[in-house]
């Protein structure tokens, strides 16, 4: 896949693979990579970084994804790859879980991967070029495009 000019989006950047992705598409030539995370310390340390922008995103919120999407447009010129990256575990004995539990799982694995599929995707498609949209899981990158 060729980064080279292309503007990026990547959820959960604050730490981890989300961090590693953004330095790699920054290293990679980018024309702009715009980072999000809910944890805004370390989504402004890793924008600071790679000279980027960076946005609080509770990805669990449709709302937060429109207006990371809207932010993303405005400041980037549109978006080229949208890495939703972000995933959580309950490490706890699987019948201990609570049923908050299991929506809190639900809501960051399921439906933030939906909501940006639902919001990103239409602009993307309305574009003849290359596009990406993909969830990162573990390292298996799986795209949808």
Not at 24 to 43: C, K, M, P, R, Y
Not at 64 to 78: A, F, P, Q, T, V
Request: with cysteine; hydrophobic share 40%.
């Amino acid at each position: 896949m060729e980064v080279k000019g292309k503007r990026v989006v990547i959820t959960g950047a604050a730490s981890g693979i989300g961090k590693a992705l953004a330095v790699a598409f920054h290293s990679a030539g980018a024309a702009a990579v715009l980072v999000s995370d809910i944890n805004e310390a370390g989504v402004q340390a890793v924008a600071a970084e790679i000279k980027s922008k960076g946005i609080v995103t509770d990805v669990t919120n449709e709302e937060d994804i429109i207006h990371l999407i809207k932010e993303s447009n405005g400041n980037c010129g549109g978006i080229d790859i949208f890495c939703s990256n972000v995933g959580i575990g309950a490490y706890e004995d699987f019948l201990k879980l609570t049923n908050t539990d299991w929506y809190r799982m639900l809501d960051t694995n399921l439906m933030s991967h939906i909501y940006v599929v639902r919001h990103v995707l239409p602009q993307m498609l309305e574009r003849s070029e290359e596009r990406r949209v993909g969830k990162e899981c573990r390292s298996r990158w799986s795209p949808y495009h």
